[in-house]
């Protein structure tokens, strides 16, 4: 392994996350650290919040959001960057506001590399039960955690971001023994363990991302839930079994994608079936709700987290 790091760093918006995140992994990188201080500045209601983040990520009037991934020197930093560079300002044509959208660069060495990732992940307890523990952390369990041994290889892997844990509280809300789970564009595959750690039979995640389908495998395996889960490489739903219905589609992707599939996910679930929508930024959640309703589906719940939503369907 190079001992020098680049360390690639996104000047953009909460809206242009998801999408930013995506054109790394897609383009090679390995993970994906967000510093968005709305995020932070919604989420400490309780004095220990900050335990697993930098003081000096969120002590700034700066309002911008900041992307940062780390690529070795042994690979073609310069392709790399002019790649995602030419992508991030397509996204403009989708109607995604990047804002600014600049691209910085630094050189670190392999420690400081392997600390700037750590620091950020520490055991978190999101809903009643569920404990993300990163593999380097210690943690003592309470009575009754189900804890969920992450290595954060990838964005939101940890279960930190909003539209993680809004997913995660409604799983245990909804996941039974007798439940099937399709996790779509399962990324870490953080979502499908805890539906299958919950105690569902059934879990496929699918990802587009044959990088995220890797990571995910591996999590699974760390988790011994290899029997109930697998991950899958495919394009949203075209890769579930042709008849394979779902008690639970469970999709933390953005808002255009689910309503773009939202007619596909229909037809997976079961009839009293849920659908766990996700990663929907507050100005598209009336679209998002629209176009729900006009495939058929009932919407049970919205729920709202700094500035994400979550919506329940059936």
Known sequence: MSNNWVEIKIKTTTEAVEAITNILFENGAQGAMIEDPKDFLFQKAHEYDWDYIEEDVFNTDDENVYIKTYISEENDVVTFIE?????????????????AGEIFTDNVNEEDWANNWKKYYKPTKIGDRIVIKPEWEEYCPSEGDLVIHMDPGMAFGTGNHETTSMCIENLEKYVSEK???????CGSGILGIVASKLGAKNVVGIDIDEMAVKVANENIQKNNV???????????????????????????????????MSGDVRKLLKDDGIFISSGIILA???EVLENLKDNGFEV??????????CVIAK
């Open 83 to 99: 790649s995602i560079k030419i992508r991030i300002s397509e996204l403009r044509n989708f109607g995604i506001d990047i804002g």
């Open 300 to 309: 049970v719940d919205v729920i709202k987290k700094g500035e994400w939503s």
């Open 179 to 185: 439940s099937t789970v399709f996790d779509i564009g």
């Open 226 to 260: 290899q029997d109930i889960m697998t991950a899958i490489v495919g394009n949203m739903t075209d890769k579930i079994e042709e008849g394979a219905k779902a008690d639970i589609v469970v999709a933390n992707i953005i808002a255009d994608i689910i309503m773009k």
């Open 284 to 286: 598209k959640v009336d």
